[in-house]
């Protein structure tokens, strides 16, 4: 064995290390003595074994952060076989889905999370969400993606449940190509009957061929800044010019049809070439991928009967929805020794077009069986363009780390319409004007972000360094909103001949004139149909990482933000709005704290402590109605939400016993001031989902992971023997409890920002909204170098998790609705091989093999479903070509 001559530090330090059994320097390779320190005679007071590095197995991204974070790679992403980023992230400990789009992070909603692409901030083209979705994401264009669980002041102070950083795949040391093809499918919506619309011609790139676009007469209308009704803003000709130039049949007829197999083709290549001032590096994927989904289900809304809760209304829907996503990556890079600039420029595409119709009595209207048609086309787009750069002096003791960005999303929805339907004296369906509706709405959101990073390093011994670091960041996210709703009025009523005729005659430009059927807008006023949202923050930080005594690694910072969001009604006819413009300006010190020890050999403590907020989102923010396609439930913000404060305490264990194999434990603990939530309202006859700031929430958990691979000798089992069995488990138990006073006050939008009781909206001691008490994964799998193969059992499980809170209705207050996600079952299979001179892969893809349904519903007594349907299981094929 090796021996060491040490001086009197040394010995100082190899005394410290005996506090700690095998205690030794986390990062430093044993020092080899020079040749006169072997020969010299030795005393063996002053000799110690062989320094043995702590730490040979911990994956270098663990080593390098001082924070609680998962790392997911390529090669994991390739392994579970996901398709979005959304997807993979479901394996990660403490995360889950939302509406297939959104990741709650230790069971905390979307909002208490922010997402980046390589470091760089992102706009989001939902209406309810400023943070975007992460299925706009395909895990081909991914290298891997970082989740920090414990805030560090480098990042935005927007955090709750983690920061969850997306990196893209950079450009190759030698140049790739590869081309695959996909198909795939679904046991409720494959060769199955489902409803679909005719649209125009090129719906299936996902682009429309001009039959959407707005009627000149209607965009005229729009602009002017009059309300489209009949008086003194319009005459009847002008009305039966725009209502007649309404593209009809093709938007509004619905029709059955045999349901296609999903095709996907996506392609990535890339090269680096060595010039003069370095490498330049290139990398382009494209993506292109067909998808339909058919759900059939129920939608239901409850109200009290007695002490129990029961159905008030209850329709059966059917619904097909095929989505066309473009996604086209294209990177530069210009590395040297020390510097490396990158300009990465994203653009995804996700097309929309949807049929559906439900039928179903409606007891508030005396039990009538009600039906009605939509047909809907929503274009989502974003773009993101990006520069940054990495430069290190002096012999990388200075490093400086820039980025400037742009990104822009919009969402477009025109032609959005509805067509209701009642029952006549023999039960047949016949029209019914009164819930005919039209829609052209359209959302831009710009975010326009830059910071830079200045690390200077500064050596405290041979073997610890300290780095002083600190920088800013700018942010300015934009947006506007506007939504025009219009529908058909008779003004002399219809015939009995014309309430029974196909939708598409009874809206023929024959019957569009000023007797039989007429334009008439609805749009809100005042302010209810338009707004505009802007968030400007300044931020600047400093930290400091030491190793502050051998195998301690202390990392502390303070980020100070200075933050104004407002929201701005506008109304689109000239009027004031009701609400002014809401707005918030806050300073906030943002203090965090981790403390990192590699206390034994491939063993670490970490200890984090931070202080964060969330801001609500425009939405939250806007008094403007929306119905969310997916739910088919209406939102309404509120302008009197303020920010949210928390207190995030970690501590978590972490043992690398060998190669990518580890178990880790962690405890958590969050205080959240203010935290907003989602509550049902009674808006008439309608129910709507609006927000508030609860008084206060706590939040505790603890979450348990390991991975572990198995070899087995050849006892003649040779299928056992030649693989690497894997074993890869986490869960996360996390119990949260909503805190309400007899004496705490809510500020809500019916309440007209006069405060109300809160414990009429919520009830103390409940779980916070979008809060799962368990989630849960597990992969079991092998690998077989010799034969090129890869096979993967996977199993997600997420327990029930408040969606919204119920109603107050006369002094009570309904039971919350719930989702309950439940457990879905994987299989993914890889094999690599070469035909025809070719190296070839193919995968197989089984998801939710046993069938778990969606369902979210209210329960007292009786159970009422607010939206249940069947996911079913699929199936996909894919082959690709590395050439």
Same mark, same amino acid.
């Given at each position: 064995?090796?021996?060491?001559?040490?001086?009197?530090?040394?010995?100082?330090?190899?005394?410290?290390?005996?506090?700690?059994?095998?205690?030794?320097?986390?990062?430093?390779?044993?020092?080899?003595?020079?040749?006169?320190?072997?020969?010299?005679?030795?005393?063996?007071?002053?000799?110690?074994?062989?320094?043995?590095?702590?730490?040979?197995?911990?994956?270098?991204?663990?080593?390098?952060?001082?924070?609680?974070?998962?790392?997911?790679?390529?090669?994991?992403?390739?392994?579970?076989?996901?398709?979005?980023?959304?997807?993979?992230?479901?394996?990660?400990?403490?995360?889950?889905?939302?509406?297939?789009?959104?990741?709650?992070?230790?069971?905390?909603?979307?909002?208490?999370?922010?997402?980046?692409?390589?470091?760089?901030?992102?706009?989001?083209?939902?209406?309810?969400?400023?943070?975007?979705?992460?299925?706009?994401?395909?895990?081909?264009?991914?290298?891997?993606?970082?989740?920090?669980?414990?805030?560090?002041?480098?990042?935005?102070?927007?955090?709750?449940?983690?920061?969850?950083?997306?990196?893209?795949?950079?450009?190759?040391?030698?140049?790739?190509?590869?081309?695959?093809?996909?198909?795939?499918?679904?046991?409720?919506?494959?060769?199955?009957?489902?409803?679909?619309?005719?649209?125009?011609?090129?719906?299936?790139?996902?682009?429309?061929?001009?039959?959407?676009?707005?009627?000149?007469?209607?965009?005229?209308?729009?602009?002017?800044?009059?309300?489209?009704?009949?008086?003194?803003?319009?005459?009847?000709?002008?009305?039966?010019?725009?209502?007649?130039?309404?593209?009809?049949?093709?938007?509004?007829?619905?029709?059955?049809?045999?349901?296609?197999?999903?095709?996907?083709?996506?392609?990535?290549?890339?090269?680096?070439?060595?010039?003069?001032?370095?490498?330049?590096?290139?990398?382009?994927?494209?993506?292109?991928?067909?998808?339909?989904?058919?759900?059939?289900?129920?939608?239901?809304?409850?109200?009290?009967?007695?002490?129990?809760?029961?159905?008030?209304?209850?329709?059966?829907?059917?619904?097909?929805?095929?989505?066309?996503?473009?996604?086209?990556?294209?990177?530069?890079?210009?590395?040297?020794?020390?510097?490396?600039?990158?300009?990465?420029?994203?653009?995804?595409?996700?097309?929309?077009?949807?049929?559906?119709?439900?039928?179903?009595?409606?007891?508030?209207?005396?039990?009538?069986?009600?039906?009605?048609?939509?047909?809907?086309?929503?274009?989502?787009?974003?773009?993101?363009?990006?520069?940054?750069?990495?430069?290190?002096?002096?012999?990388?003791?200075?490093?400086?780390?820039?980025?400037?960005?742009?990104?822009?999303?919009?969402?477009?929805?025109?032609?959005?319409?509805?067509?209701?339907?009642?029952?006549?004296?023999?039960?047949?369906?016949?029209?019914?004007?009164?819930?005919?509706?039209?829609?052209?709405?359209?959302?831009?959101?710009?975010?326009?972000?830059?910071?830079?990073?200045?690390?200077?390093?500064?050596?405290?011994?041979?073997?610890?360094?300290?780095?002083?670091?600190?920088?800013?960041?700018?942010?300015?996210?934009?947006?506007?909103?506007?939504?025009?709703?219009?529908?058909?009025?008779?003004?002399?009523?219809?015939?009995?001949?014309?309430?029974?005729?196909?939708?598409?005659?009874?809206?023929?430009?024959?019957?569009?004139?000023?007797?039989?059927?007429?334009?008439?807008?609805?749009?809100?006023?005042?302010?209810?149909?338009?707004?505009?949202?802007?968030?400007?923050?300044?931020?600047?930080?400093?930290?400091?990482?030491?190793?502050?005594?051998?195998?301690?690694?202390?990392?502390?910072?303070?980020?100070?933000?200075?933050?104004?969001?407002?929201?701005?009604?506008?109304?689109?006819?000239?009027?004031?709005?009701?609400?002014?413009?809401?707005?918030?300006?806050?300073?906030?010190?943002?203090?965090?704290?981790?403390?990192?020890?590699?206390?034994?050999?491939?063993?670490?403590?970490?200890?984090?402590?931070?202080?964060?907020?969330?801001?609500?989102?425009?939405?939250?923010?806007?008094?403007?109605?929306?119905?969310?396609?997916?739910?088919?439930?209406?939102?309404?913000?509120?302008?009197?939400?303020?920010?949210?404060?928390?207190? #995030? *305490?970690?501590?978590? /264990? @972490?043992?690398?016993? =060998? %190669?990518? $194999?580890?178990?880790?434990?962690?405890?958590?603990?969050?205080?959240?001031?203010?935290?907003?939530?989602?509550?049902?309202?009674?808006?008439?006859?309608?129910?709507?989902?609006?927000?508030?700031?609860?008084?206060?929430?706590?939040?505790?958990?603890?979450?348990?992971?390991?991975?572990?691979?198995?070899?087995?000798?050849?006892?003649?089992?040779?299928?056992?023997?030649?693989?690497?069995?894997?074993?890869?488990?986490?869960?996360?138990?996390?119990?949260?409890?909503?805190?309400?006073?007899?004496?705490?006050?809510?500020?809500?939008?019916?309440?007209?920002?006069?405060?109300?009781?809160?414990?009429?909206?919520?009830?103390?001691?409940?779980?916070?909204?979008?809060?799962?008490?368990?989630?849960? #994964? *597990?992969?079991?799998? /092998? @690998?077989?170098?010799? =034969? %090129?193969? $890869?096979?993967?059992?996977?199993?997600?499980?997420?327990?029930?998790?408040?969606?919204?809170?119920?109603?107050?209705?006369?002094?009570?207050?309904?039971?919350?609705?719930?989702?309950?996600?439940?457990?879905?079952?994987?299989?993914?299979?890889?094999?690599?091989?070469?035909?025809?001179?070719?190296?070839?892969?193919?995968?197989?893809?089984?998801?939710?093999?046993?069938?778990?349904?969606?369902?979210?519903?209210?329960?007292?007594?009786?159970?009422?479903?607010?939206?249940?349907?069947?996911?079913?299981?699929?199936?996909?094929?894919?082959?690709?070509?590395?050439?």
């Amino acid at each position: 064995m090796k021996t060491l001559s040490l001086t009197l530090t040394g010995v100082l330090l190899a005394t410290s290390a005996l506090i700690a059994p095998g205690l030794v320097h986390a990062q430093t390779a044993p020092v080899e003595p020079t040749p006169a320190e072997q020969s010299a005679p030795q005393d063996e007071s002053t000799q110690v074994d062989e320094i043995v590095v702590l730490g040979r197995y911990i994956p270098e991204p663990n080593r390098e952060s001082p924070e609680v974070a998962a790392f997911l790679t390529s090669e994991d992403l390739e392994r579970t076989g996901d398709a979005s980023a959304a997807a993979a992230l479901t394996r990660v400990t403490g995360l889950s889905i939302v509406e297939g789009r959104f990741i709650y992070v230790r069971g905390l909603g979307e909002r208490y999370s922010s997402a980046l692409l390589n470091g760089s901030p992102l706009p989001s083209p939902e209406p309810l969400q400023r943070v975007v979705p992460l299925d706009l994401f395909p895990s081909s264009i991914l290298e891997g993606v970082t989740v920090q669980k414990t805030y560090s002041a480098n990042y935005p102070g927007e955090f709750g449940g983690g920061v969850i950083d997306l990196q893209t795949i950079d450009a190759p040391s030698e140049p790739f190509f590869t081309f695959g093809a996909s198909l795939s499918g679904n046991t409720e919506t494959t060769a199955q009957e489902g409803l679909i619309y005719y649209g125009g011609r090129t719906d299936f790139l996902g682009f429309d061929d001009d039959t959407r676009d707005i009627p000149g007469p209607l965009a005229l209308a729009f602009n002017s800044g009059r309300q489209i009704q009949a008086g003194p803003n319009y005459t009847n000709a002008q009305l039966r010019a725009i209502g007649q130039s309404l593209v009809n049949a093709p938007l509004r007829l619905l029709q059955i049809e045999e349901i296609p197999v999903n095709v996907g083709l996506e392609a990535t290549g890339g090269f680096s070439h060595e010039t003069a001032i370095g490498a330049l590096g290139v990398i382009v994927s494209a993506g292109y991928d067909n998808s339909w989904r058919t759900r059939s289900g129920f939608q239901e809304e409850g109200q009290f009967s007695g002490s129990n809760i029961v159905a008030s209304t209850s329709y059966a829907y059917d619904s097909t929805q095929n989505d066309v996503q473009l996604n086209l990556l294209g990177g530069l890079s210009l590395s040297g020794l020390d510097h490396e600039v990158k300009w990465t420029n994203f653009y995804v595409r996700n097309t929309t077009k949807e049929a559906r119709s439900r039928v179903g009595p409606d007891f508030d209207a005396g039990g009538s069986i009600l039906r009605d048609d939509y047909t809907e086309w929503f274009v989502r787009q974003l773009f993101s363009s990006q520069l940054a750069g990495e430069h290190d002096f002096m012999d990388g003791t200075l490093s400086l780390d820039w980025r400037a960005a742009y990104a822009t999303t919009s969402r477009d929805a025109p032609y959005e319409t509805r067509f209701g339907y009642g029952q006549d004296a023999a039960g047949d369906f016949v029209h019914d004007l009164e819930r005919n509706l039209i829609s052209f709405s359209e959302l831009n959101d710009d975010v326009y972000s830059g910071g830079a990073d200045l690390a200077y390093t500064i050596p405290l011994s041979d073997y610890r360094e300290l780095t002083v670091s600190g920088g800013f960041a700018l942010y300015e996210n934009t947006r506007d909103s506007v939504r025009r709703d219009l529908r058909f009025i008779s003004p002399n009523g219809l015939t009995v001949e014309q309430t029974e005729s196909r939708v598409d005659f009874l809206f023929s430009d024959f019957n569009i004139n000023d007797v039989t059927l007429q334009l008439n807008e609805i749009t809100g006023s005042n302010g209810a149909a338009a707004y505009d949202g802007e968030l400007v923050v300044n931020a600047v930080y400093g930290q400091v990482e030491a190793e502050i005594i051998p195998l301690v690694n202390l990392t502390v910072g303070v980020r100070f933000e200075d933050a104004e969001q407002s929201v701005t009604p506008r109304d689109l006819f000239g009027g004031s709005a009701t609400f002014g413009s809401t707005r918030l300006e806050e300073q906030y010190y943002l203090p965090a704290g981790t403390v990192t020890w590699n206390f034994a050999e491939d063993m670490q403590l970490r200890f984090g402590a931070s202080q964060t907020i969330g801001r609500p989102q425009f939405r939250e923010l806007a008094p403007q109605s929306y119905t969310d396609p997916e739910s088919d439930r209406t939102f309404i913000g509120n302008p009197y939400l303020v920010d949210t404060e928390l207190l #995030n *305490l970690d501590a978590r /264990w @972490e043992w690398y016993f =060998a %190669r990518q $194999q580890f178990v880790t434990a962690g405890v958590f603990y969050k205080k959240l001031d203010k935290p907003v939530e989602a509550v049902i309202v009674d808006v008439g006859n309608q129910r709507q989902q609006s927000f508030l700031n609860a008084p206060e929430a706590t939040i505790i958990g603890a979450e348990v992971e390991a991975k572990k691979y198995f070899e087995f000798p050849d006892n003649g089992m040779s299928f056992i023997a030649n693989k690497r069995w894997l074993v890869q488990a986490n869960y996360t138990f996390s119990d949260s409890e909503v805190s309400v006073d007899p004496s705490d006050t809510v500020l809500t939008l019916g309440g007209a920002g006069t405060p109300e009781q809160a414990a009429f909206f919520i009830t103390d001691g409940s779980r916070l909204q979008g809060q799962s008490e368990h989630v849960a #994964n *597990l992969q079991l799998g /092998w @690998e077989d170098d010799t =034969a %090129r193969s $890869q096979a993967t059992i996977i199993v997600n499980y997420v327990s029930e998790r408040i969606t919204a809170r119920g109603a107050g209705v006369a002094g009570s207050r309904e039971p919350d609705y719930v989702q309950d996600p439940g457990v879905f079952l994987d299989f993914v299979y890889r094999k690599d091989f070469e035909a025809m001179g070719r190296d070839l892969g193919f995968a197989l893809e089984l998801r939710n093999l046993l069938g778990t349904d969606f369902d979210e519903y209210q329960e007292l007594g009786n159970k009422v479903r607010i939206n249940n349907y069947d996911l079913g299981s699929s199936a996909s094929v894919s082959l690709t070509a590395r050439f």
